[in-house]
């Protein structure tokens, strides 16, 4: 098993509203990555969890809280986001390596999040 | 620092013409190159990848790509395009930040391919 499955495929929400992203794999991957993208851009790494602990946060606004609570879950909470955080948010994951070791990172489908 | 150049924003090409999409990096480090595809509405699919050994690489869906370290590319190329090829392709390079491992992306290449 290859994938990685995110859900929702789509959301809208209001400002107020709190909502969640999922992303899961069964790969055995101890590496997994929030990415940002909006249209017409490259993906934009957000978070970065290894070994289930937050390894890498990208200066992300607090409205964003990500959450790892297994090697193969990966959520990402929403809360109180302003219409500029629509975009789609993609999951990856991998294995974790050392000594510049590079471990490819496979993506999941993405949430298309629109915010109203 | 790592970051990657993708030299068209949009290349137009008919059915079956050949299609070359350029990439241009910088890096200190080793090179760890890849091309992705992001059909519309879904996410990133790994084309092909460069990490060490031949020069020339090949991937999936008949592209291939040519790492050039005097000419610091990795240049894209399909022999004959099909209208389902039709998508966004971004080149990226892997970069260090922090003690990790990181993909470092291009702005992106809009392949368009006409009837």
């Known amino acids: 098993d290859t994938e990685v499955t995110q859900t929702p495929k789509h959301l809208v929400m209001g400002m107020t509203n709190k909502k969640s992203l999922k992303c899961e794999q069964h790969?055995?991957?101890?590496?997994m990555y929030w990415y940002k993208q909006k249209a017409k851009k490259p993906p934009e790494l957000m978070f970065v969890y290894s070994y289930e602990k937050l390894s890498i946060n990208e200066s992300v606004p607090s409205r964003f809280s990500p959450e790892c609570p297994n090697s193969s879950l990966l959520n990402l909470h929403l809360h109180a986001l302003q219409p500029e955080d629509s975009a789609l948010y993609l999951c990856a994951s991998s294995r974790t390596g050392s000594g510049g070791v590079y471990n490819e990172q496979f993506f999941g489908p993405g949430t298309r999040l629109t915010v109203l | 620092a790592q970051s990657v150049t993708q030299l068209d924003s949009q290349v137009p090409v008919f059915e079956e013409a050949p299609v070359e999409l350029r990439c241009n990096y910088s890096s200190s480090v080793s090179v760890y190159l890849f091309w992705y595809v992001q059909y519309p509405n879904q996410g990133l699919q790994l084309l092909l990848k460069?990490?060490?050994?031949?020069?020339l690489v090949k991937g999936i869906n008949g592209f291939e790509a040519e790492f050039n370290k005097s000419q610091t590319s990795f240049h894209l190329r399909k022999p004959s395009v099909h209208i389902s090829d039709t998508a966004e392709y971004f080149c990226?390079?892997?970069?260090?930040?922090?003690?990790?491992?990181?993909?470092?992306f291009g702005a992106g290449t809009r392949l368009a391919v006409h009837p």
């Open positions: 460069y990490l060490s050994g031949s020069t």
């Open positions: 790969m055995g991957h101890r590496a």
């Open positions: 990226a390079v892997v970069g260090l930040s922090g003690g990790y491992n990181k993909l470092i």
